[in-house]
T-cell receptor, first 116, second 113 residues
Framework: DVKVTQSSRYLVKRTGEKVFLECVQDMDHENMFWYRQDPGLGLRLIYF???????EKGDIPEGYSVSREKKERFSLILESASTNQTSMYLC???????????????FGSGTRLTVV | KNQVEQSPQSLIILEGKNCTLQCNYTVSPFSNLRWYKQDTGRGPVSLTI?????NTKSNGRYTATLDADTKQSSLHITASQLSDSASYIC????????????FGTGTRLLVSP
């Protein structure tokens, strides 16, 4: 089974801090995603990456950046954390097209970030 | 606008009872629809996937239906267990080049002993 590992389950950071959220997948998937999940809003796409060193903005990229230096690792960066970035952050990896119907997206366990 | 709406928002049932969760979508072009289960504090896990031509798909005590004409799906849980307590999220995959996902806001189910 595909495993998507997020390095931290819970994080508390101060306003203005630079925050790194790390995500690693072990199936050599090319596509990786970062979502945030807030009550009543569902999952919203922040950034995604087609492949190494490639990145695309999602629906809510403001205040975030990403890094994909290696295929297995996709990092989300909050350049200057603010209280409205308190949320649950979910990383996902997507199977290649030939396997997508069976395997689709695999999500990590999430990082609950609190900015104080 | 591509939207996925789920009902009810929350539901409490007694252990052993059945329940049905609803999902209505206005997504085009449609590729497939998935139901995910998300335990509290965890990431979503896929339960079923349905394509345009499929009407029913089962995964143990979970049975999903899809009516592509009315753009409705349901998830039926049979003989509920305490471990079924979770949020259930309906997700529709757009049939575009990138195949973007459109998420519902979920139904929070509590199974009470």
């Amino acid at each position: 089974d595909v495993k998507v590992t997020q390095s931290s389950r819970y994080l508390v950071k101060r306003t203005g801090e630079k925050v790194f959220l790390e995500c690693v997948q072990d199936m050599d998937h090319e596509n990786m995603f970062w979502y945030r999940q807030d009550p009543g809003l569902g999952l919203r796409l922040i950034y995604f990456s087609y492949d190494v060193k490639m990145k695309e903005k999602g629906d809510i990229p403001e205040g975030y950046s990403v890094s994909r230096e290696k295929k297995e690792r996709f990092s989300l960066i909050l350049e200057s954390a603010s209280t409205n970035q308190t949320s649950m952050y979910l990383c996902a990896s997507r199977a290649p097209t030939r396997d997508r119907l069976n395997y689709g997206y695999t999500f990590g366990s999430g990082t609950r970030l609190t900015v104080v | 606008k591509n939207q996925v709406e789920q009902s009810p928002q929350s539901l409490i049932i007694l252990e052993g009872k059945n329940c049905t969760l609803q999902c209505n979508y206005t997504v085009s072009p449609f590729s497939n629809l998935r139901w995910y289960k998300q335990d509290t504090g965890r990431g979503p896990v896929s339960l079923t996937i349905m394509t345009f031509s499929e009407n029913t798909k089962s995964n143990g005590r979970y049975t999903a239906t899809l009516d592509a004409d009315t753009k409705q799906s349901s998830l039926h849980i049979t003989a509920s267990q305490l471990s079924d307590s979770a949020s259930y999220i309906c997700v529709v995959n757009l049939n575009t080049g990138f195949q973007k996902l459109v998420f519902g806001t979920g139904t929070r189910l509590l199974v009470s002993p």
